[in-house]
């Protein structure tokens, strides 16, 4: 199946910096979807993307759909504790119903 | 608010002991999924059902099984739980995968099997 390798695995970093993240495909995709996991929960939708070229933003969070159709990536601006959690990549095509996931990545935020 | 909700939120069940674990949505999605999360690993799909049509993975043990007696409600079934299905159990709905292929989640169930 359509295999989705996000990177980095995990990221610790300073309150108030700036993260990125990737997440890429052998395959192509018509939807992008970034979402957060906080411990005991389940994933919240962030940020929806369809369409190759699209940038999308949610307050600190950006994330772009990559013109190939085969990569994405997120961009959180000026972190703070909150945004503590595991981030999943996630792409869907239209010939099928289903969703794959990236591995997550794992973000700390140090105080 | 439009939500899907997941009950109970944890359960504890036998080894070998059936159990059932429950969503619903208000959301009136036509789609709703059901996914296995073990620690640290991303959601694992194990079904879905697209209106009543049923769509099994091809790696989902015959162990589980689903029931969606309605639009609303869909259902989880373990069989027989064994050690290694402890997990979390995410129940997710999605419009139509063909429009706009954005899911949302439920809470999860996070299931000990002892």
């Known amino acids: 199946g359509q295999q989705l390798n996000q990177s980095p695995q995990s990221m610790f970093i300073q309150e108030g910096e700036d993260v990125s993240m990737n997440c890429t495909s052998s395959s192509i995709f018509n939807t992008w979807l970034w979402y957060k996991q906080d411990p005991g929960e389940g994933p919240v939708l962030l940020i929806a993307?369809?369409?190759?070229?699209e940038l999308t933003s949610n307050g600190r969070l950006t994330a772009q759909f990559g013109i190939t159709r085969k990569d994405s990536f997120l961009n959180i601006s000026a972190s703070i504790p909150s945004d503590v959690g595991i981030y999943f990549c996630?792409?869907?095509?239209?010939?099928?119903?289903?969703?794959?996931f990236g591995a997550g990545t794992r973000l700390t935020v140090k105080p | 608010d439009a939500m899907v909700i997941q009950n109970p939120r944890y359960q504890v069940t036998q080894f070998g002991k059936p159990v059932t674990l429950s969503c619903s949505q208000t959301?009136?999605?036509?789609?709703m999924y059901w996914y296995q999360q073990k620690s640290s690993q991303a959601p694992k799909l194990l079904f879905h059902?697209?209106?009543?049509?049923?769509?099994n993975e091809a790696d989902t043990p015959d162990n589980f099984q689903s029931r969606r007696p309605n639009t609303s409600f869909c259902f989880l079934d373990i069989r027989s739980p064994g050690l290694g299905d402890a997990a979390m159990y995410l129940c997710?709905?999605?419009?139509?995968?063909?429009?706009?292929?954005?899911?949302?989640f439920g809470p999860g169930t996070r299931l000990t099997v002892t």
């Open positions: 059902y697209y209106d009543k049509d049923f769509n």
């Open positions: 959301l009136n999605h036509n789609v």
């Open positions: 996630a792409g869907q095509s239209y010939n099928n119903n289903d969703m794959r």
């Open positions: 997710a709905t999605s419009r139509d995968p063909s429009i706009r292929g954005e899911q949302y």
């Open positions: 993307l369809y369409k190759a070229g």
